[in-house]
């Protein structure tokens, strides 16, 4: 797994007990740093040869992005919702959103579908059509949603600040909601991750991770954790 802590680290960990950190160059690899990165120092590292393209927005900050299956980087700025393809051209997108709202997370849905989660407003959720990302709908209106991940079976789950954890089935009908009061370590929950047999990652402060499989709860503390003592803010597998 690799994992981001508010003290800027990048951290490889091998379950359960070897932790390495890596350079800061590697962190666009995990979409780690996810706050007060700029665009240009983005686009360098996605190319990887310094070219930038001409239409960028110079000084425009990004506040999240996440890949999509058709090799963009999509980001969300100052400047708006873009994204920047495998061949270093630069889109952008008329996304609905409401005016002035802040972007916390975005998560592209195997390049069918795009979810976005604003401070205060829930998350919404985009079909890609040829033209672009069409709003279907606003989910968990209520919820200060940090991330999002799509498990192995099609359902959606949410790391919320103040809420704990909640899982959509893929038909968007049913919630299911993770509480301390049901086993969650905290429920002030950073970020979340899905791995490959469908088990849950979950990232808190103080370096506490938490791991959710078949209804089992597992906590777990990142080794040298008191060296960082931040917020786990990114993790992916």
């Not at 597992?218 to 060296?227: F, K, T, V």
Request: net charge negative; hydrophobic share 35%; glycine share 8%.
């Amino acid at each position: 797994l690799w994992l981001l802590s508010t003290r800027n680290e990048g951290l490889k960990l091998k379950f359960p007990d070897q932790m390495v950190k890596v350079p800061v160059d590697s962190q666009l690899l995990f979409q780690a740093r996810k706050h007060d990165i700029y665009l240009t120092d983005i686009i360098k590292r996605y190319q990887g040869n310094g070219h930038l393209p001409n239409n960028y927005p110079v000084g425009s900050k990004a506040s999240a992005w996440d890949y999509s299956g058709d090799s963009l980087l999509i980001l969300s700025t100052d400047s708006g919702i873009m994204a920047i393809t495998s061949e270093g051209e630069l889109k952008r997108f008329d996304i609905d959103l409401p005016y002035n709202s802040t972007v916390l997370d975005i998560y592209s849905d195997d390049n069918t579908g795009l979810w976005i989660s604003v401070a205060n407003g829930g998350v919404y959720y985009y079909e890609k059509t040829k033209q672009g990302f069409l709003l279907f709908d606003q989910f968990l209106k209520d919820d200060y949603i940090t991330s999002t991940f799509k498990d192995q079976e099609g359902n959606f789950w949410f790391s919320i600040h103040g809420g704990g954890v909640k899982m959509m089935q893929r038909n968007f009908k049913s919630v299911r909601s993770f509480t301390k009061e049901s086993g969650l370590k905290d429920n002030e929950v950073y970020s979340i991750c899905v791995d490959r047999s469908n088990g849950v990652w979950l990232g808190f402060k103080y370096g506490w991770m938490e791991y959710i499989k078949e209804g089992v709860f597992q906590e777990y503390r990142m080794p040298q954790a008191a060296d960082m003592l931040g917020r786990v803010l990114n993790i992916t597998e």
